[in-house]
């Protein structure tokens, strides 16, 4: 299952399905099914931030998803990872309260070693330049614009501690889509396509920048999961 916030993003990922068909489109969830080199696969949308991503998962858990890769777009909080890369997500920082309903905040929010293992080697054989670490997930998109907030100085101060932790870039859903995929014994990861530079007061630049090589990770690693389980 491939997932993305945006629902005009599961046309796009499905372009690279055969036979792909819409199955529902309910308020923000858009889903596709189709095949990838004969294996079932589909995208969905999550909408924005853990509330509704969460909320999706869930669901398709309830009817059978097992393998979760979110394909999103990100900001950078390092120098070094350019507008047009893409990160490969090992870990979120837990920067949003939806989870802390679900288990206390020392439980880490980790992506599985066997999805990130196939997103790696699917970047390597695709030639994208990618980056792999933790990754920021929060519930503010405007928190990478601190002089909108009253708590400009101390919203600015936290993300520079996740700049400091080496922290690479900062999304929306992939700590909630991490917590609730574990704790219901399911696969998750994601590829995220690198839109804007946080780190740089940039927080967008170029809104389709990486997307497409974000989505061809993506569907490459299907393949590569695929293979290995056959």
Same mark, same amino acid.
């Given at each position: ?55 999706? $998962?869930? @669901? #398709?858990? &309830? *009817?059978?998803?097992?393998?979760? =890769? %979110? ?44 999805? $990130?293992? @196939? #997103?790696? &080697? *699917?970047?390597?054989?695709?030639? =994208? %330049? ?35 932790a080496g922290v690479l870039a900062t999304e929306m859903e ?57």
């Amino acid at each position: 299952m491939l997932l993305c916030g945006d629902p005009d993003r599961v046309p796009r990922i499905a372009s690279r399905f055969a036979n792909a068909r819409v199955v529902s489109q309910v308020r923000e969830f858009r889903v596709m099914t189709g095949l990838v080199d004969g294996v079932a696969v589909s995208a969905a949308s999550t909408g924005i931030g853990c509330p509704s991503a969460v909320m999706i $998962v869930e @669901a #398709l858990m &309830e *009817a059978g998803a097992h393998t979760f =890769v %979110r394909v999103g777009t990100s900001g950078a909080l390092q120098r070094r990872v350019r507008v047009g890369d893409v990160v490969i997500a090992t870990a979120a920082v837990r920067d949003e309260g939806t989870t802390r309903f679900y288990v206390p905040p020392e439980y880490p929010a980790v992506a599985s070693h066997e999805v $990130v293992s @196939a #997103l790696v &080697e *699917a970047a390597e054989r695709l030639g =994208v %330049r990618y980056h792999v670490g933790v990754v920021h997930t929060k519930d503010a998109f405007y928190v990478e614009e601190p002089d909108r907030l009253p708590s400009r100085a101390s919203a600015q101060e936290r993300m520079e501690v996740w700049e400091r932790a080496g922290v690479l870039a900062t999304e929306m859903e992939c700590s909630g889509i991490f917590v609730v995929s574990a704790l219901r014994g399911a696969r998750a990861g994601a590829v995220l396509a690198v839109v804007g530079s946080t780190v740089e007061g940039r927080p967008i630049v170029d809104e389709s920048a990486g997307v497409d090589d974000a989505i061809d990770v993506a569907v490459e690693a299907v393949r590569i999961l695929a293979r290995r389980e056959r």
